[in-house]
């Protein structure tokens, strides 16, 4: 483990130690104005653009209020942000420009060494930017589809692309209008100890990445209203590889970290260690291949998810015929989570949907197809604790048909796409190979429902077993159409 993080922080020292010795200039020599009014974006664009020209360096914002529609990074340049900086995004919506499929505040396309620090703020004014959009659309001004009533052509803070060699540090991101950042077919990502504060609309990622590879995530802290941190694959061609996600605390009003939807080509070598998820809608732990893509080889260790509505997803599905999914070798050890009964997002400013309620809670799942089944799943080390209590009238699903719950394999994957399922603490459908070993479940009140449901499970294996239930008789595990099951 030791040499693995060296070879992961010898690019990103070495990155940090050329910005360290690259020559600084002070925004205001290029007319940069710090009064919060003034639009920068020619002026700013300009430093960009002369500081990349001059051998590379730092644009470097003192206090102020810097308002600017969408700037253009370039090789060998970062803004550094000092406290007290605010870089803030027009609300204008004319003032974004669309490049290669996408606008932002802050753009990068086919650069290397780049990089935005300090302890300064991006500000995106999000929420007055996209309502600006919607009055436009009305006024028919401007054209779009508004589906669900919300915009679709509405900036993120950042959007990389291609690009190599990348530091973001230190700096707080706020209010987008849409994800807060987004970095697509990049190469070696750094992504340390900064703060994201996206609640104001919907779709507020707080941090996406799209088809790179040789990316650490560390010592953040995001709060978001939609994924936390989502890790995508937009083209069957690439894949999402070689990521470490670490010390990270996340809240989100969807899911706290998240292979998907978006699933095409996959995620392979991915390490998930100490983060902390709390306040969470959705689960904390998702990983879905649903678009033919793959995930592969996933190591998740020391989670901590309180007041979370799910623990764990895994599932495969088939979005379009003849793409199904594939998912193999995933290791989850050392979790401790806690699911409470009620909402745990509300009172946020945008929650997750109300949907299917009122309703049971959902188990930790592991779920894929009759003929694409997970492989090879290790869960060893978990404590969950649930509020049980569930209510058979809600469209109970009995152990005698079990054949009932849907498989909808062309369904948006997320823990509530079955409705009822028949257990609360795991249920595990369509899996060949799966180990759990000391896992403790435990339920503040009895529930209908059984701990642990296996449908069409092939080589399984339970060892240290513990399922506390107030006033429970029944057996705690309960197996259909399966074979080769060891219980010590």
């Known amino acids: 483990m030791r040499d693995v993080l060296k070879a992961y922080l010898i690019p990103v020292l070495f990155l940090c130690s050329a910005n360290v010795w690259a020559k600084d200039y002070h925004a205001s020599f290029f007319g940069i104005e710090s009064n919060g009014t003034t639009l920068n974006t020619n002026s700013i664009q300009k430093a960009i653009d002369y500081i990349h020209e001059n051998g590379g360096g730092r644009l470097v914002f003192y206090v102020g209020r810097y308002l600017t529609g969408t700037v253009s990074l370039k090789s060998n340049v970062t803004i550094h942000l000092l406290e007290g900086a605010v870089i803030t995004g027009s609300v204008n919506p004319f003032d974004y420009k669309k490049e290669h499929g996408r606008k932002a505040l802050v753009m990068a396309y086919e650069q290397d060494n780049i990089g935005i620090t300090g302890k300064g703020v991006i500000d995106g004014q999000g929420y007055q930017l996209a309502n600006n959009i919607i009055s436009m659309v009305h006024r028919g001004v401007l054209k779009d589809p508004l589906n669900n009533d919300r915009p679709g052509a509405r900036p993120t803070n950042i959007w990389f692309k291609k690009c190599s060699n990348i530091n973001i540090s230190g700096i707080t991101l706020t209010n987008p ?3 807060t950042q987004g970095y697509d077919q990049c190469k070696k990502l750094s992504i340390d100890g900064i703060t994201v504060d996206s609640k104001t609309y919907w779709n507020n ?6 088809d790179s590879e040789d990316v650490v995530i560390s010592n953040c802290y995001i709060d978001a209203s939609d994924d936390g941190i989502c890790l995508k694959s937009h083209a069957p061609e690439f894949l999402c590889k070689n990521i470490k996600i670490m010390n990270n605390t996340i809240r989100s009003s969807a899911s706290g970290i998240k292979f998907g939807t978006a699933s095409h080509g996959g995620f392979k070598d991915i390490e998930i260690t100490n983060n902390t998820v709390f306040d969470t809608y959705r689960s904390a732990i998702t990983f879905a291949a649903v678009d033919g ?9 020391h989670l901590k998810a309180v ?3 799910n623990v764990v997803f895994l599932r495969i599905g088939e979005r379009q015929k003849g793409k199904k999914g594939g998912m193999n070798n995933i290791r989850i050890s050392n979790v401790y989570a806690e699911v409470p009964a009620t909402k745990p997002d509300a009172g946020y400013s ?3 949907p109300v ?4 309703r049971n809670i959902s188990p930790a799942s592991v779920v894929g197809l009759p003929d694409a089944p997970i492989c090879n799943i290790s869960l ?6 649930y509020p049980g209590g569930g209510n058979p009238e809600y469209a109970k699903v009995g152990l005698d048909e079990l054949d009932k719950v849907p498989e909808l394999p062309g369904r948006y994957p997320e823990f509530s796409m079955f409705k009822e399922l028949p257990a609360w603490g795991f249920y595990v459908r369509h899996v060949k190979g799966i180990a759990f070993k000391n896992i403790s479940l435990r339920c503040e009140k009895e529930d209908y429902r059984t701990a642990i449901v296996m449908d069409d499970v092939h080589k399984a294996s339970f060892q240290s077993i513990r399922v506390k239930e107030p006033g429970a008789k029944k057996d705690p595990i309960y197996f259909e159409n399966s074979t080769d099951i060891e219980i010590e």
Do not use: C, F, S
């Not at 893509?293 to 260790?301: F, L, N, R």
């Open 177 to 179: 209008a849409n994800w």
């Open 350 to 352: 945008y929650e997750g």
């Open 307 to 309: 007041h979370t509505g």
């Open 380 to 385: 060893n080390n978990i404590e969950i604790h």
């Open 293 to 301: 893509g793959i995930v592969e080889d996933v190591v998740v260790d």
């Open 355 to 358: 949907e299917h309620l009122p």
């Open 205 to 210: 990622d707080g941090l996406d990445v799209i």
